[in-house]
C-alpha cells in the first residue's frame, strides 16, 4: 500500500493488472481481515456515480482477483463472500502499512523516553517501507482518498521524528562562528596568485570583499531554532506554542493572506477542538502588540484580517526563514557563475541565522511538514559552503565539515560524493575509496538501491588515478570539475 499496491505471497507477485481489481484489492486490504459491505466496495470503484450493474461487476472483479490470487497456490489469502459483504482473510501484520504505523510508534516512544539510537534505526526501517505514494495506480474515491491522505500525513510525521532523533543523537552545533570572517571590511590586495602556483594556505587568503547582499541583516521573526520575535535591542518568545504555531504559518508566507481554515488545519489537523475560530482570533490578538514595530512602511496594521484570512504585513527579509533560502539561493548561482568566494560568504551568512532546530517547541502539521523542509535547506547550505571551500582550496576544513554532516546524513549521496572528491584532493585516496564502499553499502542495506551516478563518476575518476602515489595537479583539476 505504501507505494503502487502490490501483493506478494511468497515471492511471487499476484497483484491483479487490472485498475478495478486493483482498486478492489486496495478495497480490501485497507481492512484487512474485515468484512466490507458490498455497497462500500462498489462507492471505492465508482465514486458517487456507480453504474447500474454495479453490483454485477463487482462480482466479476471479485472473480477475477480470486483466479489471480490462486496462482500462488494455497499459500494466498481468501477473498471471503458473506452476507452482502467480502473479506480478505489477511492478517493486519502482514501489510506494510500496519507495519510502518507499528515501527513509528515505537520510534516516537523510543524517542520520548530518551533513546534516539534506537529511535531513529527504527524510524529508517519504518521509511524503507515507502516505495512511492501511497496507493500509487489505484484511483481514489472516498474512502481510499481519505486512508492515502492519512497515510501521507504518517509519512511526513515519521521524517520529522527521524529529523529529530537525529538532532538528539549530534546536538545543533553553534553556526554564528561562520559568518565572522565577513562581518569586518577586508583589506583590498593588488596581487593575485598566479594559476600555476598550489592553492594558498587559508592563513595565506586574502578576505573576500563585502558585498551587496551578504549584509549582517538581523531578521525581526526568527523560526530557526525558537520562535522570537525581536523588539528594538531584545528578543522575545513568540507566546504560546500554539500562538507561535500561528505565527509561523503566517511569517512562512509573508504578504500573503493565509486562510483561517488553513491556520487550523496546520495546527490541528483533523481534530480541532470546537473553539477553533476563538482560539486563533484570541493568538492574532495577542501577536499583534509583539509585531506592531515590524510592519511594512505605510501600512496601518501589521496583521490585517479580510475574507476569512489573515495577512502578516512583513518583509520577506524581516523573517529568517525566507532571507536562509534566498542566501541559498544566490550561493548556489554564485558557486555556478564560478565565484566561490561569494558563494561561501552567502552560504555562511545564511547558516549564521540558525540558532537550533526549526520551529522548535511548535506543534501541528504545518510546523511538522516545514520542519523536515528547513532542515534539507540547512543541509544544502552546509553542503554549498563546503563544495565553495574546496574550490578555495579550503581542503582539511572541508574534509571536517562533510565528514560530520555525513555521519548525520548516511544516506545523502551528494554529501558522501563531496566527501570523497574532498578527501582526494587532500591526499586520502584510499579513504575516499572506502567511503564510497560504505555509501554503497548502507545503501543496499537500507534502501535496497546502488550508487546513483554522481558517486560512480567520481569512483571511477579516483579509480583512474590509482597509478599515482598522490593527486598531481593534473588529477587535482579533473576532480575539481564537478561530476
Do not use: C
Not at 114 to 128: F, K, S, Y
Not at 272 to 291: F, K, T
Not at 392 to 397: A, I
Request: proline share 8%; aromatic share 2%; hydrophobic share 40%.
Amino acid at each position: 500500500m505504501l507505494g503502487p499496491v502490490r501483493i506478494i505471497v511468497d515471492g511471487t507477485d499476484v497483484t491483479p493488472t487490472g485498475t478495478r481489481a486493483r482498486t478492489l484489492l486496495a478495497a480490501l486490504m485497507s481492512e484487512p481481515g474485515t468484512p466490507v459491505p458490498t455497497s462500500r466496495l462498489i462507492g471505492d470503484l465508482w465514486g458517487s456515480r456507480p453504474p447500474r450493474d454495479a453490483p454485477g461487476q463487482l462480482m466479476s472483479h471479485v472473480s477475477r482477483l480470486r483466479r489471480r490470487l490462486a496462482e500462488a497456490g494455497d499459500a494466498a489469502p481468501a477473498v471471503v463472500h458473506r452476507h452482502k459483504a467480502y473479506l480478505l482473510a489477511i492478517e493486519a501484520g502482514q501489510l506494510d502499512a500496519d507495519l510502518f504505523t507499528d515501527l513509528v510508534g515505537r520510534g516516537r516512544s523510543e524517542l520520548a523516553h530518551g533513546r534516539a539510537t534506537e529511535a531513529h534505526r527504527l524510524l529508517v526501517r519504518a521509511l524503507v517501507l515507502w516505495r512511492g505514494d501511497a496507493f500509487t495506480g489505484v484511483p481514489l474515491h472516498g474512502r481510499l482518498g481519505e486512508q492515502k491522505r492519512h497515510l501521507q500525513q504518517a509519512h511526513t510525521a515519521a521524517l520529522a521524528l527521524r529529523v529529530e532523533a537525529e538532532q538528539e543523537l549530534r546536538p545543533f552545533p553553534d553556526l554564528t562562528h561562520l559568518n565572522a570572517p565577513f562581518t569586518a571590511t577586508s583589506k583590498s590586495r593588488s596581487s593575485r596568485t598566479p594559476a600555476t602556483s598550489p592553492a594558498p594556505r587559508a592563513a595565506d587568503r586574502p578576505e573576500t570583499p563585502r558585498r551587496a547582499g551578504a549584509d549582517d541583516q538581523q531578521p525581526v521573526i526568527r523560526l530557526l531554532g525558537r520562535p522570537r520575535i525581536r523588539r528594538e535591542a531584545e528578543e522575545v518568545r513568540a507566546g504560546s506554542p500554539g500562538q507561535a504555531a500561528v505565527l509561523a504559518m503566517l511569517a512562512d508566507r509573508p504578504g500573503a493572506p493565509v486562510a483561517t481554515d488553513e491556520l487550523i488545519d496546520g495546527l490541528w489537523g483533523e481534530q480541532p477542538p470546537g473553539s477553533a475560530m476563538a482560539i486563533i482570533r484570541n493568538y492574532v490578538s495577542r501577536l499583534r502588540p509583539l509585531l506592531r514595530h515590524a510592519r511594512t512602511p505605510g501600512i496601518a496594521d501589521i496583521l490585517v484580517h479580510h475574507a476569512g484570512a489573515y495577512t502578516l504585513h512583513v518583509a520577506p527579509k524581516a523573517v529568517d526563514v525566507p532571507l536562509v533560502t534566498t542566501r541559498a539561493r544566490e550561493a548556489s548561482a554564485a558557486l555556478s557563475a564560478g565565484d566561490p568566494a561569494r558563494a561561501r560568504e552567502l552560504a555562511a551568512a545564511g547558516l549564521a541565522l540558525w540558532t537550533g532546530r526549526a520551529l522548535v517547541g511548535v506543534p501541528g502539521p504545518f510546523a511538522d511538514q516545514r520542519r523536515l523542509a528547513l532542515h534539507e535547506e540547512l543541509t544544502r547550505l552546509q553542503v554549498l559552503h563546503a563544495e565553495a571551500g574546496i574550490d578555495l582550496g579550503l581542503v582539511e576544513d572541508a574534509v571536517a565539515s562533510l565528514t560530520t554532516l555525513s555521519a548525520e546524513h548516511p544516506l545523502h549521496e551528494a554529501v558522501a560524493a563531496l566527501l570523497m572528491r574532498a578527501l582526494f584532493l587532500a591526499g586520502r585516496r584510499d579513504d575516499a575509496l572506502a567511503h564510497h564502499a560504505f555509501t554503497a553499502r548502507i545503501l543496499g542495506e537500507e534502501l535496497g538501491v546502488d550508487p546513483g551516478d554522481a558517486l560512480t563518476s567520481i569512483r571511477d575518476r579516483i579509480t583512474a588515478a590509482a597509478s599515482e602515489p598522490r593527486p598531481s595537479s593534473r588529477k587535482r583539476r579533473q576532480l575539481d570539475s564537478r561530476p
